[in-house]
């Protein structure tokens, strides 16, 4: 069974810095696709970014420049690095897994979910 756990989320001010966790287990990371997605009240969860299996990442236009998704696979842990937050990255930040093929930017696409860290960015 696989599970994936969130850590790191939290209340910072706008301009500051967030690193958030996801361990997996029941799965060895290391040749799937690792991504991550937020949902803020009232709206539709959207993409923020994502580790593909052989190494590449890409991201949702609004962090690109600020947040960036690393792994490693010897802790079968992801990465996601916040910089420079702003009031509007408040949300609830899930991570999710999938095999590495078919489209990584929508949620449906994704067979596994943490149950996700909120994340506030006060003005």
């Known amino acids: 069974q696989v599970q994936l756990v969130e850590s790191g989320g939290g209340l910072v001010q706008a301009g500051g810095s967030l690193r958030l966790s996801c361990e997996a287990s029941?799965?060895?990371?290391?040749?799937?696709?690792m991504a991550w997605f937020r949902q803020a009240p009232g709206k539709e969860r959207e993409f923020v970014g994502v580790?593909?299996?052989?190494?590449?990442?890409s991201y949702a236009d609004f962090v690109k420049g600020r947040f960036t998704v690393s792994r490693d696979n010897t802790k079968n842990t992801v990465i996601l690095q916040m910089n420079s937050l702003k009031p509007e990255d408040t949300a609830v930040y899930y991570c999710?897994?999938?095999?590495?093929?078919?489209?990584?930017?929508?949620?449906?696409?994704?067979?596994?979910w943490g149950q996700g860290t909120q994340v506030t960015v006060s003005s």
């Open positions: 999710a897994s999938k095999y590495p093929r078919g489209n990584y930017y929508v949620p449906g696409s994704y067979e596994y």
């Open positions: 029941g799965r060895t990371i290391s040749s799937y696709a």
């Open positions: 580790s593909w299996g052989g190494g590449g990442t």
